[in-house]
């Protein structure tokens, strides 16, 4: 594997953030402390600059709570309360909501591209969707649901599909429209029909769209499970754990989980990526300007 | 396709569509006071009216579809809202959906009227202090950030992609500990806004400004024209449309990010507080209410940043 010429800059950058993040976090967390060396709280410290690395509701936590925080919220691996088994929770309903949304978004992009009455009449209300809450709906989704017995994964699920479906509409019906006007002209002399076309060149056309729109939409997709958590009751999901560690205000917590779910979302996206590669190799080899909205990564260095 | 319409196929349309709708208003009328689900008969009835008014409509679609005025152009998507709302109605009252489960249509607008007010005031704190101002900070950081990253080849390296990483990260996942870290009030809220908007403002700004034709750079050069021309009078104009589609991008963001925000604490006002509290006394009227508030305010949002692109950006091959 060739070493990125990124290598070297990013972890100067990383470098530089890990070293400013000690004097920022004295600088947070000081004032605080000090406050509550003044009210006289018992602490087991006794200057402010001694305390602010053990304050129980941190500004910025120390690296050694951080690390602490993690061993407590990891281990026992299987535990019902421990991070891994909520982020399997998480992963499984998004990728189920991923699954729908695809569902979803290639019957609304078949739709938009066979029949422009089809577009008029609801591409506003796909495109309002998204400027629409639709986080606030989640919690009457999950009522709604739970009266017809639906309970569990599977709302969530449905939740990040709602999300997620946008992206991959918008995504797979560009692809759809980006074959040459001069190869379906091809497909015309040759007769082809209208399945035709669209099996030998609009669904090969629509690939490198298809995965960019599936990046994105993995992220929102994982939103939309984390939010749903969050807003309904669940007893499993990193968005529940968020939940109740915010009601006990356990601040700690909080941010390993924040940094847990970060991790789980590069995962996700890398997952996809992954696929990518293994589905596409003729991408890897072929020139990089095959997918004009080549996914940022590839696309940053090429001008 | 060509602007002549087959006559019958043009009655057709309208009369399905009529047809659809008054079965359907029909219903709604005979069965406003009535306590008891409908009957088999009347349900297939709404069926019927259903499948009427979808039909009609895609018929009616087909003579829109190279109106230019965009007005008239948006009646299609106006009747299928139409017609969403009707059936619902029908549906609801057929089946007698007790209101704490779904409200009527009706009764949510009859609703949103009551409370407008209180509901007024909860915007004003969440689209103009929260997302607004977030929104403001985030795009104006991520425009200059954009700008450093594509003048500095290090910065590029070691900054961006960071930026494309942190594109994959479930932002819903600060908000718990910004509002911790920084406290309950509005501010809390616009920094989970400026921060979910950051990200794809760099990524799309900075694409605009590198993804430049290298005959125009050529030209720029040999016009003897320095950084800052090259910027004023090539990259930023060439990155506007990318800069647009980020701004578009960032209205449902905000709105989104601000209203996340409220779940996990409030000083009593906004509509993600509205609405949690309303949906856990189950007062589901006022949370559709507050939903119907915040989509209108975020469709005139982002129809305003769409407005501002043509203006600014008509030249571009997209709109012609």
């Known amino acids: 594997m060739r070493i990125s010429p990124n290598l070297v800059p990013m972890l100067v950058v990383a470098l530089v953030v890990l070293a400013l993040y000690w004097p920022l976090m004295y600088l947070a967390n000081i004032p605080v402390a000090q406050r509550a060396l003044d009210t006289g709280a018992a602490l087991p410290c006794e200057t402010a600059f001694e305390c602010a690395t053990q304050l129980r509701s941190p500004v910025l936590p120390s690296p050694q709570q951080l690390w602490n925080g993690f061993g407590n919220l990891m281990f026992p691996l299987n535990s019902p309360n421990a991070i891994p088994i909520n982020a399997a929770v998480t992963a499984f309903e998004t990728v189920v ?89 091809l497909m015309k002399t040759y007769n082809a029909s209208h399945w035709q076309t669209y099996l030998k060149l609009r669904f090969p056309a629509s690939v490198p769209y298809l995965f960019t729109a599936f990046k994105v939409a993995m992220t929102a997709a994982l939103i939309g499970a984390i939010v749903a958590e969050i807003s309904t009751i669940s007893f499993q999901g990193i968005g529940k754990m968020l939940a109740e560690n915010s009601r006990a205000s356990d601040v700690v917590a909080m941010w390993v989980i924040m940094l847990s779910s970060a991790v789980l979302g590069i995962l996700l996206v890398a997952l996809v990526n992954w696929l990518e590669r293994l589905l596409t190799p003729w991408r890897r080899t072929g020139p990089v300007a095959a997918g004009p909205s080549r996914p940022a990564r590839e696309g940053v260095h090429s001008a | 396709m060509s602007g002549l319409y087959r006559p019958s196929s043009y009655w057709t349309g309208w009369l399905l569509l009529g047809l659809g709708f008054g079965l359907l208003l029909w219903f709604i009328v005979a069965w406003w006071d009535q306590s008891e689900p409908a009957s088999s008969t009347q349900k297939l009835l709404i069926g019927l009216g259903f499948l009427g008014v979808v039909w009609g409509i895609a018929r009616v679609a087909q003579q829109f579809v190279d109106t230019p005025n965009p007005v008239i152009g948006f009646t299609p ?46 915007a004003f704190q969440t689209v103009v202090l929260e997302a607004l101002v977030g929104y403001l900070i985030g795009c104006s950081l991520g425009l200059i950030t954009a700008l450093l990253v594509s003048r500095y080849v290090f910065l590029e390296r070691g900054l961006l992609p960071y930026a494309t990483i942190f594109s994959s990260i479930p932002i819903v996942a600060l908000a718990p500990v910004l509002v911790k870290m920084i406290g309950i009030d509005w501010p809390s809220k616009a920094v989970i806004v400026a921060v979910t908007v950051f990200f794809p403002m760099v990524v799309n700004t900075f694409r605009g400004l590198t993804e430049v034709s290298p005959l125009s750079l050529d030209l720029m050069r040999s ?84 407005w501002l692109e043509r203006r600014l950006t008509g030249w571009h091959v997209s709109f012609r």
Do not use: C, H
């Open chain 2, 223 to 306: 016009y003897a024209a320095g950084e800052v021309q090259q910027y004023r009078w090539l990259r930023l104009p060439n990155a506007l449309p990318f800069i647009f589609n980020a701004l578009k991008l960032g209205t449902t963001l905000a709105m989104i990010g601000a209203i996340v925000g409220e779940f996990f604490g409030a000083n009593g006002q906004g509509l993600g507080f509205r609405i949690q509290i309303e949906a856990g006394r189950f007062g589901f009227d006022i949370v559709w209410s507050a939903i119907i508030v915040a989509s209108v305010i975020g469709i005139a949002w982002y129809g305003l940043v769409a």
């Open chain 1, 97 to 185: 909501g991923l699954l729908l949304a695809a569902v979803v978004g290639f019957f609304f992009a078949i739709g938009m591209v066979a029949s422009r009455a089809f577009e008029r009449a609801l591409l506003p209300w796909i495109v309002a969707s998204q400027t629409v809450p639709i986080i606030a709906i989640a919690p009457m989704l999950v009522v709604l649901l739970g009266q017809y017995g639906v309970q569990g994964w599977l709302p969530k699920a449905i939740i990040a599909a709602y999300i997620a479906f946008f992206p991959i509409t918008i995504g797979v019906a560009k692809g759809l429209k980006s074959p040459d006007p001069m190869a379906l002209d």
């Open chain 2, 77 to 122: 998507a106006a009747l299928t809202l139409l017609a969403l709302m009707v059936t619902a109605e029908a549906l609801l009252r057929a089946y007698q959906v007790p209101p704490g489960l779904i409200p009527t249509p009706s009764r949510v607008l009859s609703t949103l009227l009551e409370v407008r007010d209180v509901l007024l005031q909860d």
